[in-house]
């Protein structure tokens, strides 16, 4: 295993310069935003002396690359460095926002894999007859639905026309937990595309597996049933469908500001959101820091599932 | 005798095209029975029958019955039968999980495992607890093939059905793999061999059916069919592998006169080749004539494959020097001009996988002159029928694509396609291996008939079968462990070799026939 340990730490070292490109890029580009933190805080009456002593009280004087020095090496101290907009430790918004992105991601994920799983298998179980076709085109047809329209679609029917459900969560806080039916509809438009494209991914691996003949050989020896579909077929579809899945939780777990703006869900869309209008540099920048980090530990995550599941790619490498 | 499988009167039809017919057949415990023919024949089909398994879409009248219970199969391939994503231990558990139903829930588990751990030492697997935790791709092909058979042991099968098992194997490995069925064989399980190899199917059949075109055309106990089989005989040449023939090496060997007559075309310096950072070949000098043939002979991971590789510059991991004609030759295909290119050409084993199976064959084959000597498209089309005819293929059947030709004619068409680069040395890699017996003796002559009427031309010939090497090597090399450890004259080697691996070489492929 000596040559898993070394392939971690290669591929954990390339995230970290991935993640540190990825705050450098944001920075840059954060830079490059007419306007910044003084103009955003001065308000509707822009008098010039006020915004020069506001950027003064802030440090925005100073050149950008000292700036962005100071804020890396608190960074290694753990210090994520202090809001321009409020004062406040950039670190009480990522946990603040955290929460409930986390909450939403973990319900999500919790349905979708064996939603997904389940409906893929099924498909590949009987293709090309009538329940293949179903699931087929329901999927796709799902799919090509982006999810601010099928968010207002739910909202409309389920909350506005029928009033089961409320329409956004605005006033729970960020105890959502303590609402759930704040949850239910969010959680349905956050599952939509994922459930879809995971189902078509599972149940194309499905088809190639259920024909193989390592598949044929189980028959033949007596396994059948759920057990030859989970068990045997079902581990050499696993490698494409878990890729796409540490993307869709990477997407989930970064944020989803189409979701959380239409709910009105303070989770870490709506900080990204609110920090890039009012220009909060540090904020912007702890939020590429976490979203970075996300991204590499959930891809390399997933690299350590499809290696399991398709061990003789290691003989290739 | 006890029966334990009956087939009466199979025929098997596919769009109307009789794949079996008339079929029948008996089999008994503890028996070999062979079904043997060319491919095409019939025999997978009768054999799958076995397993109550048929193509797709086929009509099937007559009667296969099983008293014996169900049958194990082994495919040819073993290791395609075995789950790429789970330990082997997996599919072993489920199988013998469903044998021990009867037992009560909490001593399942103990039993299961027993089970297990008494197919694999039946099937001559050693050490079976680490086994069950390998994957596939960590096994060799024989711990696989035994690994599928410790399957069908497991399921109680009273009949195993072998498809090829010795197919593209070296002498030393079909002796093992023989040893093995014969073992089944004696604990009192119906083996059914299907076998295009007659030395296997001597050494190891009780019975033996020869089926040609869908039809049993002679049966009988394999005594009374041998020295070989009439229909075989009389219709198709033997074998060119065997020990009548190994001392009577004449013809190429006696072609050039004395050895070394040929100007000198390929030379190695010493090398050492390197998969990573293992070293997998270390040759001293060898020199390769005008007109010559050197067989480079050795065991599947001798690394005579990598030998190839490094002269035809697709494998540059190595620090030998080559010298085409005197002048250097570089070791990357990348660095090499085109005429250095055209001077050495490859032709590989799977000739269905060295052919774009989207585009006639013709038209892939008159590719070569096209890229590497300038030729013209029309001279080039003309020259490939020319010489594809001359090696036994019609104009029409190249102008079809790969996958309505058979091996043998793809690898027809594959040599064409590289003497179309008017090369100077020809590696053939194990081209006849995988074919059946009168395929690869067509081959073989096909070859012979090159080194004659093409002077110049030099071969490389890599095969684990001595067989092979004899019938048209002036020259043989024997690689054991990535080390040449003999090399000579063929009637030298073959006659009186000087290393022990070379005579027990020898041996086996004596043995076996």
Redesign the interface.
């Known amino acids: 295993m000596t040559g898993l340990a070394s392939w971690t730490a290669r591929r954990l070292l390339l995230g970290a310069a991935q993640t540190a490109a990825v705050v450098l890029l944001v920075f840059a580009l954060t830079e490059a935003l007419p306007g910044d933190a003084a103009v955003a805080l001065a308000g509707d009456q822009p008098d010039p002396e006020r915004i020069a002593a506001v950027r003064k009280a802030l440090d925005l004087d100073r050149p950008a690359h000292e700036r962005l020095l100071e804020w890396a090496g608190g960074l290694l101290h753990g210090d994520f460095g202090t809001s321009l907009a409020s004062g406040r430790p950039v670190s009480t918004y990522l946990t603040g926002g955290f929460g409930p992105t986390l909450l939403l991601a973990s319900l999500t994920l919790v349905l979708l894999v064996p939603a997904g799983v389940g409906l893929g298998v099924l498909a590949a179980r009987h293709e090309g007859r009538f329940t293949d076709r179903l699931v087929s085109s329901v999927t796709l047809g799902v799919y090509a639905v982006p999810e601010f329209a099928f968010g207002v679609l739910l909202t409309t029917v389920f909350a506005l026309r029928l009033g089961w459900l409320p329409p956004t969560a605005v006033g729970y806080g960020t105890d959502l937990l303590a609402h759930p039916s704040a949850l239910v509809l969010p959680v349905l438009v956050l599952l939509s595309r994922p459930v879809c494209s995971l189902a078509r991914l599972v149940r194309a691996g499905m088809i190639d597996a259920l024909a193989?003949?390592?598949?044929?050989?189980?028959r033949?020896?007596?396994?059948t049933g759920a057990?030859l579909r989970y068990?045997?077929a079902l581990?050499?579809a696993?490698?494409p469908a878990a890729q796409q899945l540490a993307r869709t939780v990477d997407w989930l777990l970064c944020g989803v500001i189409v979701v959380e703006a239409l709910y009105v869900i303070p989770g870490l869309g709506t900080v990204l959101m609110n920090a890039v209008a009012e220009r909060d540099v540090p904020v912007v920048q702890g939020l590429a820091v976490v979203f970075g980090v996300t991204a590499v530990v959930l891809n390399l995550g997933a690299d350590l599932v499809v290696r399991r599941?398709?061990?003789?790619a290691e003989?290739a490498a | 005798m006890n029966a334990v499988a009956e087939i009466r009167d199979l025929r098997v039809e596919v769009d109307g095209r009789a794949l079996v017919d008339g079929v029948s057949l008996r089999v008994t415990a503890g028996k070999v029975t062979a079904l043997v023919g060319a491919s095409g024949s019939g025999k997978t089909t009768t054999g799958l029958a076995l397993l109550g398994e048929y193509p797709a879409g086929a009509r099937v009248t007559g009667e296969v019955r099983l008293p014996g219970g169900p049958a194990g199969y082994v495919p040819q391939h073993p290791g395609t039968a075995l789950n790429p994503a789970r330990r082997v231990g997996a599919l072993l558990r489920d199988i013998a999980r469903t044998r021990v139903r009867a037992l009560p829930r909490r001593e399942r588990r103990a039993a299961a495992h027993q089970r297990v751990l008494r197919a694999l030492s039946l099937a001559q697997l050693p050490d079976p607890e680490a086994v069950l935790r390998r994957y596939p791709h960590q096994l060799s092909g024989g711990q696989q093939q035994r690994v599928v058979l410790a399957q069908a042991l497991l399921l109680g099968a009273r009949l195993v059905v072998a498809d090829e098992p010795t197919t593209g194997q070296d002498a030393l490995t079909k002796q093992r793999i023989v040893d093995r069925f014969a073992a089944v064989a004696r604990q009192g399980i119906a083996v059914v061999l299907l076998s295009h190899d007659l030395d296997v199917v001597r050494a190891l059949a009780d019975e033996v059916l020869v089926l040609r075109d869908g039809r049993v055309v002679e049966s009988g106990p394999v005594d009374r069919l041998w020295p070989a089989p009439r229909r075989l005989r009389t219709a198709e040449p033997p074998a060119t592998d065997g020990p009548a023939e190994l001392p009577a090496v004449h013809g190429p060997a006696d072609r050039t006169g004395l050895p070394g007559a040929g100007r000198e075309v390929l030379r190695v310096g010493g090398l050492t080749a390197r998969h990573g950072r293992t070293t997998v070949l270390r040759t001293s000098a060898l020199t390769l004539r005008a007109g010559e043939c050197l067989a480079v002979v050795g065991r599947s991971g001798s690394g005579k494959t990598t030998l190839a590789r490094c002269l035809a510059g697709l494998h540059r991991g190595h620090d030998g020097e080559l010298l085409l004609d005197g002048a250097p030759l570089p070791r990357s295909l990348r660095d090499r001009t085109r005429a250095q290119l055209a001077a050495v050409q490859y032709v590989f084993q799977d000739a269905r996988a060295a052919f774009d199976e989207h585009r006639p064959v013709l038209a892939q084959v008159a590719r070569t002159a096209v890229r590497l000597r300038g030729a013209a498209e029309a001279d080039a089309l003309a020259e490939a029928v020319s010489t594809v005819t001359g090696l036994g293929l019609t104009e029409r059947q190249v102008r079809r694509r790969p996958a309505q030709l058979s091996g043998g004619e793809l690898q027809r068409a594959a040599l064409t396609r590289a003497l179309l680069a008017r090369p100077r040395v020809l590696i053939c890699d194990e081209i006849t291996s995988g074919l059946d017996t009168v395929t690869r003796r067509g081959i073989l002559d096909t070859l012979a008939g090159l080194l004659r009427d093409r002077r110049g031309l030099s071969l490389v010939l890599i095969t684990h079968d001595l067989g092979t090497a004899a019938a048209l090597a002036t020259r043989i090399a024997v690689l054991d462990g990535g080390e040449v450890v003999e090399e000579g004259p063929a009637r030298r080697v073959l006659t009186s070799p000087e290393h022990p691996f070379t005579a027990s070489l020898l041996e086996t492929s004596t043995r076996m026939t």
Do not use: E, L
């Open positions: 193989s003949p390592y598949v044929a050989q189980a033949r020896h007596g396994v057990r068990g045997h581990p050499n696993i490698a599941f398709a061990p003789r003989v």
